[in-house]
T-cell receptor, first 112, second 112 residues
Framework: SQTIHQWPATLVQPVGSPLSLECTVEGTSNPNLYWYRQAAGRGLQLLFY??????ISSEVPQNLSASRPQDRQFILSSKKLLLSDSGFYLCAWSVRGLSTQYFGPGTRLTVL | QKEVEQNSGPLSVPEGAIASLNCTYS??????FFWYRQYSGKSPELIMSIYSNGDKEDGRFTAQLNKASQYVSLLIRDSQPSDSATYLC????????????FGTGTRLQVTL
């Protein structure tokens, strides 16, 4: 069966510090991968998605970037965090070509 | 801007009753529809998917789709306190690869 991992689970960072969140998927090959952010009391906002190694599509201009160095690894980064980057970050995967998405446990980021 | 609209709630139903959750979408070419359940502080988990007009049943859950009215609903029969959560509607629009657009969710409270 497929499993998706995210770490860390929670993170408190000062404004201006860098960020690296990691997501890995097990039990599948060539997945589509997605990064979402869910701000408090708001819906899921798609940040990035990837259909393959090194292939990243950005959905909204922002302070974040994403990379996919390996088939089942997706990384979300920032060079300098802003207060507005606080939120619940979710990684999701889907079978290539299908639209059903499955979410990881998420990382709760607080920027102070 | 492709939109997915949900009443934020809270929707309060007594234990044992039927909970009816509704969702409308703006993209008439939308192809696939999903319901996710999200407990407070947790990541969304897939409940059901529906692709064709009509009803789809899975245990206590029934998804209903009406593409002409651009409307999808989720019925929960014999509601239990454990069903108390936020329910997210997600839609795969036309020409959007495997990307989903999420509604902001309806919070359901099942009372004893």
């Amino acid at each position: 069966s497929q499993t998706i991992h995210q770490w860390p689970a929670t993170l408190v960072q000062p404004v201006g510090s860098p960020l690296s969140l990691e997501c890995t998927v097990e039990g599948t090959s060539n997945p589509n991968l997605y990064w979402y952010r869910q701000a408090a009391g708001r819906g899921l906002q798609l940040l990035f998605y990837s259909v393959g190694i090194g292939q990243i599509s950005s959905e909204v201009p922002q302070n974040l970037s994403a990379s996919r160095p390996q088939d089942r690894q997706f990384i979300l980064s920032s060079k300098k965090l802003l207060l507005s980057d606080s939120g619940f970050y979710l990684c999701a995967w889907s079978v290539r070509g299908l639209s059903t998405q499955y979410f990881g446990p998420g990382t709760r980021l607080t920027v102070l | 801007q492709k939109e997915v609209e949900q009443n934020s709630g809270p929707l309060s139903v007594p234990e044992g009753a039927i909970a009816s959750l509704n969702c409308t979408y703006s993209d008439r070419g939308s192809q696939s529809f999903f319901w996710y359940r999200q407990y407070s502080g947790k990541s969304p988990e897939l409940i059901m998917s529906i692709y064709s007009n009509g009803d789809k049943e899975d245990g206590r859950f029934t998804a209903q789709l009406n593409k002409a009215s651009q409307y999808v609903s989720l019925l929960i029969r014999d509601s239990q306190p454990s069903d108390s959560a936020t329910y997210l509607c997600a839609v795969k629009g036309s020409g959007t690869a495997s990307k989903l657009t999420f509604g902001t969710g309806t919070r359901l409270q099942v009372t004893l």
